[in-house]
């Protein structure tokens, strides 16, 4: 029972070339930094990622990004990062783009053993019609593009048919976690990361503060130990990181309605 492994380089150490992996975070909130970082270093590549987004410049999943490890994303969010921009449009990267909404339940879906759900996301668009660009080719022209997706009607609305993702691995970060693998996250970090790990076969958690069992009051608990397989303290240090820092000048009264 007890789940937690030393450190980020040995929870990572079997990721192999070609894995999937469902990553937690939003922008720069609730994202998994040690474990990336860690299987930077280990050097697997050809990876398929399911992700809000791919992190920024420098950061998060970006840093995967930059070192050319990353054959392919399922995100719903791709602003923000250069080299995200610069890899897709050459070619180097394939992207399946799907609502945010639709991204979080296929991930819980996959998690229950549900294989596709029907929603209203994306009807009458190319989410369902097909025809987005996944992978262009060097000259710009279209390689591969989205197949149409199967419609339904129910109760006079039409619905498109989305299916679950389930991942070799999960990499995702906690506020606190116990040694059985029970995970709390602190307020807006709790947004792809509760999904992203039950989609992962093996998910790996990083928490801020490790605990004992029982220690956390099971009403708190926001992902059970039952979907964690390994556990590993990483304590934060400096301050965190701001994607968009807006400050008021030196002097400025603030606006009142």
Do not use: C
């Not at 990353?70 to 719903?76: L, N």
């Not at 556990?231 to 820092?245: A, L, N, Q, R, S």
Request: hydrophobic share 40%; proline share 6%; charged share 20%.
């Amino acid at each position: 029972m007890n789940k937690v492994i030393p450190t980020t380089a040995e929870a990572v150490a079997d990721v192999p070339h070609g894995a999937s992996i469902a990553v937690g975070g939003f922008g720069l909130v609730g994202v998994p930094e040690a474990l990336i970082d860690a299987l930077l270093e280990q050097g697997a590549g050809d990876l398929e990622i399911a992700s809000n987004n791919l992190g920024t410049d420098g950061f998060g999943l970006g840093v995967l990004l930059s070192a050319g490890r990353i054959r392919r994303t399922i995100s719903s969010y791709v602003g923000q990062n250069k080299e995200f921009a610069r890899q897709y449009l050459a070619g180097e990267l394939e992207v399946e783009l799907t609502p945010q909404g639709s991204l979080a339940e296929r991930m819980r879906a996959g998690g229950a053993g549900i294989p596709a759900f029907f929603t209203p996301a994306g009807v009458g668009t190319q989410v369902a019609d097909g025809g987005l660009p996944r992978r262009y080719s060097a000259d710009g022209s279209v390689a591969l593009a989205s197949p149409p997706k199967e419609t339904r009607e129910f109760d006079g609305e039409a619905y498109v048919l989305e299916r679950a993702i389930v991942t070799d691995y999960a990499l995702v970060h906690a506020w606190k976690g116990d040694r059985h693998g029970n995970l709390v996250f602190r307020k807006s970090a709790r947004n792809f990361n509760p999904p992203a790990a039950s989609a992962g076969r093996i998910t790996i958690a990083e928490v801020e503060e490790l605990v004992e069992p029982g220690a956390i009051d099971p009403d708190s608990v926001h992902v059970p130990g039952i979907q964690v397989q390994r556990v590993v303290h990483v304590p934060v240090t400096g301050p965190k990181k701001i994607e968009k820092t807006t400050l008021r000048e030196s002097g400025q009264k603030e606006a009142r309605s």
